[in-house]
C-alpha cells in the first residue's frame, strides 16, 4: 500500500485539522468542534497519486518530529499505532464496533483469525471404509460385509475379512478460504499492520482465483452453511460469506482504518504495560518503576466491588487494580487519555476512601500519555490531590492521589510486541 504516495499529512487526536485538509480528505464524522476525534489512517486515491492522513494518538508524537522522519519510519509508527487498534478491537469482538471503522472486512478477518488461534485451519474428517486388521476394526462394517464361518473347534463364530476405519484429513472449500483470508490480509496490509503467519499459512499461498470468482466462492459457502450445525463452525463460515461480501476487487486505493475512542485502546495497552513491566514505587523519591523485560510481577485487572446497599448496581470498578498481599500494599491505577486534568478526579477520591480498610499503604495513581522524551524505566509520580489529614477518617493515614505520564509509543510498542 505504499506505492505511488503523493503526500502524507500528519493530525493529531484532539487537536485543529486545517480546512484544507478536512477539504482534501472530505473530513465529516471524524471531527468535532474543528478537532480530530480519531486515530487511524486515511488513503485517497487520486490522479496525481495517493494521499495519506495520519491522525496520531495524543501525544504520541509530536507532529513535526513525525513529519522530518523518512518513509519507512513513518510507516513504522503507523504499523505501531494501527496494530494496536486492531489488537484491541480483536478483544472486543462486536462490542467495539461502533468505535472502529474500516473499509476492509477486518472485523470478519478478526473473527476468522481468532478461529485459526483456537482450532488451526479447519479441515475435513473423511472416513474410509476398507479391508484390513492393522489398525481399528470396524466391527460394524465387519458384521455387515464380511462372511461369518462356525470354529468348530471352539463353536464361535468368525468373521473375515476384517473391515477397519481409517480417517483422512483433506482440504475443504473451508480451508482455502480460511487461508486465503489470513494471507491475502496480511500481504494487503505488509506496510502498516503486523499480522501474524506461520510455516502452515505461507504453504497456501494467495489463491487470487478465489477473489476474482468470489461470488461463486459465497455461493458455495452459503450452500455449506446450510447444512452446517455446529455454532463454532457457522459463526466461521459466516464470516467467511461477511469477509468475501465486503472484499472489494478494484484494487483501489481508497482505504481507512479509524479508531473513534482511543481511549478504550490506552486503557487495554496500560494493563497490559502495568502487568509484564511495573516493578514498584520507590517511596522516597516517589519514582514509579518499570523494567524493559517481561516479567509479570503484578497481574493488573479491572476491579469491581458493589457498595452500596441500596443499590447493589452501584459499584466502584478501577481500571487497573492490583492487591500486594505479602507487603498489604494496594495499587490503583485509572487510564486517563487526556492532556491535563483539570480540578479533582472524585472518583479516585471514593477509590482512596472506600478500598483503605486494613490497607498498610496505596498508591492511588491517575496514568496519562506522555511523549517518547519520556524515560521508559523510571516516571516521577506527580501529587495531584492530597488531602489535609485533619479531613480525614480516623482509619486512615494519608490519601494523596498521583498522576503519572508514561511513554505513550513505548507502551504500544510493548502492546502488540
Not at 87 to 108: E, V, W
Not at 191 to 211: H, K, M, R, T, W
Not at 309 to 316: C, E, K, S
Not at 372 to 388: C, D, L, R, T, Y
Request: aromatic share 14%; charged share 25%.
Amino acid at each position: 500500500m505504499r506505492n505511488n504516495i503523493q503526500n502524507i499529512d500528519v493530525v493529531m487526536d484532539k487537536r485543529t485539522v486545517s480546512e484544507e485538509l478536512i477539504k482534501r480528505y472530505q473530513l465529516e464524522d471524524e471531527l468535532k468542534n474543528g478537532c480530530s476525534r480519531f486515530v487511524g489512517i486515511i488513503y485517497k486515491d487520486t490522479d496525481e497519486g495517493v494521499n495519506i492522513l495520519v491522525s496520531l494518538p495524543f501525544n504520541y508524537m509530536k507532529v513535526n518530529d513525525f513529519q522530518n522522519l523518512n518513509i519507512k519510519r513513518q510507516f513504522n509508527n503507523i504499523q505501531t499505532i494501527l496494530t494496536s487498534i486492531l489488537k484491541y478491537n480483536r478483544t472486543q469482538g462486536l462490542m467495539g464496533i461502533d468505535d472502529f471503522h474500516c473499509s476492509f472486512p477486518i472485523n470478519a478477518y478478526n473473527q476468522i483469525y481468532s478461529f485459526y488461534q483456537k482450532y488451526g485451519l479447519y479441515r475435513e474428517n473423511i472416513i474410509n471404509i476398507k479391508q484390513g486388521q492393522n489398525g481399528n476394526i470396524d466391527w460394524k462394517s465387519t458384521f455387515r460385509k464380511s462372511n461369518s464361518f462356525i470354529n468348530t473347534k471352539t463353536n464361535t463364530i468368525v468373521y473375515f475379512p476384517f473391515y477397519q476405519k481409517e480417517k483422512i484429513v483433506t482440504n475443504n472449500l473451508i480451508t482455502e478460504c480460511m487461508a486465503f483470508v489470513l494471507n491475502y490480509t496480511k500481504e494487503y496490509f505488509k506496510d502498516i499492520l503486523q499480522l501474524p503467519i506461520s510455516a502452515e499459512l505461507e504453504s497456501f499461498g494467495v489463491n487470487y482465483s478465489l477473489l476474482n470468482n468470489k461470488d461463486y466462492v459465497v455461493q458455495q459457502l452459503k450452500e455449506e452453511l446450510s447444512h452446517t450445525y455446529k455454532d463454532y463452525l457457522r459463526n466461521l463460515i459466516t464470516n467467511l460469506v461477511r469477509f468475501f461480501e465486503k472484499l472489494e476487487t478494484n484494487y483501489s486505493y481508497d482505504f481507512s482504518m479509524i479508531q473513534f475512542e482511543f481511549h478504550n485502546v490506552w486503557e487495554h495497552a496500560v494493563n497490559e504495560f502495568l502487568t509484564n513491566h511495573f516493578i514498584g514505587v520507590d517511596e522516597d523519591k516517589t519514582l514509579f518503576k518499570f523494567t524493559n523485560e517481561k516479567i509479570e510481577k503484578f497481574f493488573f485487572q479491572k476491579d469491581s466491588r458493589s457498595y452500596d446497599l441500596v443499590n447493589a448496581n452501584n459499584r466502584l470498578e478501577p481500571d487497573h487494580y492490583y492487591y500486594d498481599k505479602e507487603n498489604n500494599v494496594q495499587y490503583i491505577f485509572d487510564s486517563k487519555y487526556m492532556e491535563k486534568l483539570n480540578g479533582l478526579n472524585h472518583k479516585q477520591l471514593i477509590y482512596g476512601i472506600l478500598y483503605s480498610k486494613g490497607i498498610e499503604k496505596t498508591f492511588n495513581t491517575l496514568v496519562l500519555p506522555g511523549l517518547p522524551s519520556i524515560n521508559k524505566n523510571s516516571v516521577q509520580g506527580a501529587k495531584h490531590v492530597e488531602v489535609k489529614e485533619d479531613l480525614l477518617p480516623d482509619s486512615i493515614n494519608e490519601l494523596i492521589i498521583y498522576q503519572i505520564r508514561l511513554n505513550e509509543k513505548f507502551v504500544l510498542e510493548s502492546f502488540i510486541n
